[in-house]
């Protein structure tokens, strides 16, 4: 696949989104003498439809922006001062190449962490030759947790990952659930089959602590408490089992575990539910009932509903719903999440075996940054994501990238905040720069991302450059790809056929079952004895009160309000952030603001025992009470103090999989200033 020749005065190239977003559009780009001039969705695929977000419209502001980073710098001042000199490839990588092997005869490996995260979904920009590289020195190995974790080791162990319900079969269920999720935002593209499926008479129920566009379309709207997902779900459960309406024949024929999820149910009323929930009895209620009758009936479990210490126990017993219902085997029925897993896609192009060195929990950089237990971490390598900002724990983190004793590199498209930390940097290609695969977690489908434009300044790409390095490490194996074209090749003849083949024939794999299986009939759980788990042992073990266990709301009297960071419709994570106009908001309940004087607009304190954010306050009944939100993605220059939501979230870890808590931050927040 030769790079496209030097587009005319005027031209379009089709390539694919690999961002971190369920959608996967099919993009149009419009070359005007070699430059983007604007980026577009394709009128031929049946999920873009001839429209993008607003985030990607715009990402040709990225590629060109003032933040882009141009060429390989080495820092010349203090730490964090973020002034840096020019340095050519060679320099920069021997130098890399040089620290890693001083590191590494010091210290040992695992005195080295790469950090990376989901600023690409693409299957070249992760886990190809930057893993060859990592797991041939040697490095601490980091557990990428900070999402889908609960969720993916719910779905895992109740399902062993199951293929479900993709978004061309919404309009055929009659009930469709949102939790936790707000497609308005993320994952647009399943909004028109939403509206074609309220068109034809389905009803809609929204789970959010947030009043979203669609849960104000909703039927039965529950504005649930930040953690408490798990006890709806059980009460749900307990009106299925106790007044007849589970489906015992499915039960007995394809799930194992019934009883012991009934058994964790009982106690779980509606009255309790309420109480415990925030929510309406009367409304639970009519959500059980409609749920009871209804068929086709479809959950779309989310990932907002994970961020907290009952996250991974809410997300199977929202996944259990449907088995225990007797929702499968009908077109539109059953449930809905990451279709990540459809293809069944193992990374066989990653020859080298996992070595068994130090794993590191991602929510706890910045402990170990700052108290390691063993080994003290002296180089960060991180790509793909911006840690200065997107973990828990913030000020810990930042404390810990402040450190004289510890070199960092940073490999990215813009100087992000954790660039400001960086030793080294290194500029990274964008997606329309390289080769990459756009996979969809929410339909099902998967095209090549190709490059439109060359490469900007001195940009290079992941594969590119971590196969350099293995080779000025002298760790390079003949069998290794060169550079991304190569790793392409490898990562296509890997996949099995006849996607890899599709692909290289027309950018684009035809999905299993036409992109639309249906659940126990085409596909079925990929268990060891191809039956749901409903009381996975594992899972059991895992949890700290076991599977379906309530764990109390954390808050206090110093620190009421449950603070939440939802994603927004400027930034994919903080992917963006560069780009995103200054001063986000804290949103308020208006009963709570008027408790503390809080009007529209006030500068406002909020704050707990990790630390404070200042910013302005919206007042808005579209937040629940006790509950405040601020975005999720933000960058420190969008708050007044260079703080954001999570310098108040502790880097405590959910029920399952170790996931993040974001949604368990508790704080209090005062008024400082006048509108
Ligand atoms: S971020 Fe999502 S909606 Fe936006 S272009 Fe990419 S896949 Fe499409």
Redesign the pocket.
Known sequence: MPRPAVAPPESHVET??????????T?NVTLRGGRITR?D?SPKTEI?RGY??A???G?HHRVYGEDRLLFPALRNGAKSAGTFRRYSWDEALDLIAERMLQIRAEYGGEAILPVSYGGSNGLLTQDTTDAMLFRRIGASRLLRTVCAAPTGAANLGLYGKMASVSYEDYPEARLIVLWGVNPGT????LVPFIKEARKRGATLVVVDPRLTSLARQADVYLPVRPGTDLVVALALHRYLFEEGHADWSFLQEHTEGADALRERARPWTFERAAEVSGVAIETIRAFANLYAKSVPALVKCGWGLERNRNGGSAAAAILALPAVGGKFGVRGGGYSMSNSASWNIERTWLRDPEPPTRAINMNHLGRVLTDPDGTPIKMLFVYNCNPAVTMPDQNRVLRGLAREDLFTVVFDQVFTDTAQYADMLLPATTFLEHYDT?K?YGPVTMQLARPVIDQVGESRSNPDVFADLLRRLGLSDPADPADDLETMMQVLDGMPEPYGAELRERWSAHPPYNGRPIQFVDVFPRTANSKVRLFAEELDRQAPLGLYGFQPDPATAAFPLALISPASDRT?SSTLGELRRPAVRLDVHPDDAAARGIEDGDAVRIFNELGEVRVAARVTPLVRRGTVAMPKGVWRRHTANGLTSNALVPDSLADLGGGACFNDARVQVEKTGKS
């Open positions: 694919a989104c690999p961002l971190d977003c369920p959608d996967a559009c993009l980026i969705g873009t993008i977000c985030k990607v419209r990402f993320s994952g647009i593209h756009a969809s994919i």
